[in-house]
């Protein structure tokens, strides 16, 4: 499997902390059965200021000590982006980097409000040759009221990047019920786990692909894991990408759902 999403890179922000961290990660990973993953902290002027040429230095670095402590796992660069004015020209500029050194790349928006012009600068970003691939949709706390902003973006052209750890409850009921609903109602291009530590949020997908199995079926989960992925780190043009496949049905899930909500609002 490929994670397109990993803090795993250690002290340059709130994921791993030291190299001891990371190779702990690494191991967990690999144990999971992940062979390449790729290094996405964040990019956030004021908190953390990293950029696409440290970002390769600490890949190297990281991948030295793995091949050194014969951790079987590939590392490639990217990272978790904000939307902050100038970003089409820090991509540009290889200030900010994409997925591999492709035209995809992750956008990670504000946990707690819909930033303004959201729709008008993901345009832009497309228009520009990009796809942005927004990350974690399942857990921002305005989702509910604008499930179909996401869908709009898709139609776009963006793509949706589901953690594997909501399917699984670990961010709560309410993020397992809107994970449940991307993947099953056919709005989720990848899965990955967005992990930070070898704790509470570690680097393992299986767990998760075991739902998105039961709710899409083998062949669509396995290219939330593998094919998309590959497709990604391979600059593959979106249109000749297999688009998500919609196997589970809305009466399948409409009792799970409703669930969701009402816990939710407990």
Known sequence: MID?????LPGIDDGAKTLDHSLAMARIAVADGIHTLACTPHIYPGMYMND??????????LQAELDRHAIA????????VHLVPGLIEGIRSGRVPTLNGSRYFLLEPSHTA????????????????????????????WVEGHYPVFKRLIAQGAW??????????VFGRRARYWGERFIGEGHTHLLATDAHTTGRRLPRLTEGLAVA??????????RLVNERPNAVLNNLPPRDVERPEVVTTRASLIGRWWSGRLASSR
């Open 4 to 8: 397109l999403h990993c803090h795993i």
């Open 160 to 169: 949706m990047q589901v953690t594997a750890g909501a399917l699984t409850g």
């Open 213 to 222: 199995r039961r709710l899409v079926g083998e062949r669509e989960a396995s």
């Open 52 to 61: 696409g040429p440290g970002i390769a230095r600490a890949r190297d670095a």
């Open 73 to 80: 796992l590939k590392l490639v660069v990217g990272a978790d």
């Open 114 to 141: 819909p930033p303004p012009r959201l729709e008008a600068q993901v345009a832009e970003l497309i228009a520009a040759g990009y796809t942005p691939i927004v990350t974690h949709p399942e857990r921002l706390a």
